[in-house]
């Protein structure tokens, strides 16, 4: 059995194989790059940036595809009907062939469309507030963009669930919808952990999943949870959604179960203006239950003093 609110310290084929088919809504992940080498004492700063993660597997390109492809197999089972995976890939950094790794993001992609029964519903990018590592490229642009690859299964393409919302009828009844561009603007991370140097931001899973999280009690599920980041953003939401993770770095799952605990006992209130200038209220305070608020009822424009009115207004 697999439960909400935790993380298992395994592999995630592992944690899939107990779960029941269907279970989760949606997969929000960044998953291993297969960039963790080794290097010589040399190359000392480049294998402090290379050496990404304190737990990884070093795969041949192939063997790397492969595996992604298995993986997404099992995610065909655990996905419920019209769930998307939100799958976060940076670019492939191992200079010594740079190129090359590129390319096995790219190829990896085009292999799991070709191989699963997932294809690319959307791509997001996410524009980050800077760039790592900057100027060190006499060719190569700032990098301070990522892809999100929106995935759904082929048949669910016209139906997965996003919170597009109707705003007018046609005379001929088409509907036309809100728009949300496929663009997000959020922080690099939450702060450094010496564990684990790729991680993202609690800011980017909130907003993807403000985007894709359609209803309460959804379940969130990051096969790939290094510090805890997911968890941490689903706990920021609204919407009571729950989550789950996997881990295979023992030192990470202590890290991230450390950091959920302190995250659900601080008992501050944090509010968020979203770049449509509408506040969000992301954060609550657990011994005071669930802060049944809609986004879309908060909705002010970019005050601070409004803001803390309205954050003490709403619990006090
Ligand atoms: C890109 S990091 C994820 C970082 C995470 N998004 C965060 O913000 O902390 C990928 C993580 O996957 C973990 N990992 C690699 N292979 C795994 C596997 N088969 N099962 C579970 N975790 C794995 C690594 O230990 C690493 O922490």
Same mark, same amino acid.
């Given at each position: 059995?697999?439960?909400?609110?935790?993380?298992? $310290? !395994? =592999?995630?084929?592992?944690?899939?194989?107990?779960? #029941?088919? &269907?279970?989760?809504?949606?997969?929000?992940?960044?998953?291993?790059?297969?960039?963790?080498?080794?290097?010589?004492?040399?190359?000392?700063?480049?294998?402090?940036?290379?050496?990404?993660?304190?737990?990884?597997?070093?795969?041949?390109?192939?063997?790397?595809?492969?595996?992604?492809?298995?993986?997404?197999?099992?995610?065909?089972?655990?996905?419920?009907?019209?769930?998307?995976?939100?799958?976060?890939?940076?670019?492939?950094?191992?200079?010594?062939?740079?190129?090359?790794?590129?390319?096995?993001?790219?190829?990896?992609?085009?292999?799991?469309?070709?191989?699963?029964?997932?294809?690319?519903?959307?791509?997001?990018?996410?524009?980050?507030?800077?760039?790592?590592?900057?100027?060190?490229?006499?060719?190569?642009?700032?990098?301070? $963009? !990522? =892809?999100?690859?929106?995935?759904?299964?082929?048949? #669910?393409? &016209?139906?997965?669930?996003?919170?597009?919302?109707?705003?007018?009828?046609?005379?001929?009844?088409?509907?036309?919808?809100?728009?949300?561009?496929?663009?997000?603007?959020?922080?690099?991370?939450?702060?450094?952990?010496?564990?684990?140097?790729?991680?993202?931001?609690?800011?980017?899973?909130?907003?993807?999943?403000?985007?894709?999280?359609?209803?309460?009690?959804?379940?969130?599920?990051?096969?790939?949870?290094?510090?805890?980041?997911?968890?941490?953003?689903?706990?920021?939401?609204?919407?009571?959604?729950?989550?789950?993770?996997?881990?295979?770095?023992?030192?990470?799952?202590?890290?991230?179960?450390?950091?959920?605990?302190?995250?659900?006992?601080?008992?501050?209130?944090?509010?968020?203006?979203?770049?449509?200038?509408?506040?969000?209220?992301? =954060?609550?305070?657990?011994?005071?239950?669930?802060?049944?608020?809609?986004?879309?009822?908060?909705?002010?424009?970019?005050?601070?003093?409004?803001?803390?009115?309205?954050?003490?207004?709403?619990?006090?």
């Amino acid at each position: 059995m697999v439960e909400t609110g935790q993380i298992y $310290c !395994e =592999d995630c084929m592992a944690t899939m194989e107990r779960m #029941e088919p &269907k279970s989760v809504d949606i997969v929000l992940t960044s998953p291993p790059y297969n960039t963790g080498k080794h290097y010589s004492s040399t190359e000392r700063s480049l294998s402090r940036y290379e050496t990404r993660y304190d737990v990884y597997e070093d795969r041949s390109a192939d063997e790397y595809i492969s595996w992604c492809i298995s993986l997404f197999n099992m995610f065909d089972k655990i996905l419920a009907k019209n769930g998307v995976i939100l799958w976060n890939v940076s670019y492939g950094t191992s200079r010594d062939a740079e190129a090359l790794q590129a390319d096995v993001m790219i190829n990896c992609v085009s292999d799991i469309i070709r191989n699963t029964p997932f294809s690319i519903g959307d791509k997001i990018i996410w524009k980050k507030s800077f760039a790592l590592p900057n100027n060190v490229s006499k060719n190569a642009l700032t990098r301070i $963009c !990522e =892809d999100v690859f929106v995935f759904a299964r082929k048949g #669910e393409m &016209k139906t997965y669930h996003a919170n597009k919302r109707i705003v007018g009828r046609r005379a001929t009844g088409q509907l036309s919808f809100g728009n949300i561009y496929n663009f997000v603007q959020a922080k690099n991370s939450d702060g450094t952990c010496p564990l684990n140097k790729a991680t993202f931001s609690s800011d980017l899973v909130c907003k993807l999943l403000d985007i894709y999280a359609y209803a309460p009690n959804l379940v969130v599920y990051d096969p790939f949870m290094g510090t805890g980041t997911t968890a941490i953003g689903c706990e920021k939401m609204l919407k009571s959604l729950r989550w789950i993770g996997s881990e295979m770095s023992k030192a990470q799952c202590e890290w991230s179960r450390d950091r959920i605990s302190k995250f659900m006992n601080q008992g501050t209130l944090q509010l968020f203006a979203s770049d449509d200038r509408n506040a969000m209220l992301y =954060d609550k305070k657990p011994e005071l239950g669930k802060v049944d608020v809609e986004p879309a009822m908060v909705n002010i424009t970019a005050d601070p003093v409004l803001y803390m009115t309205l954050d003490l207004g709403l619990i006090f």
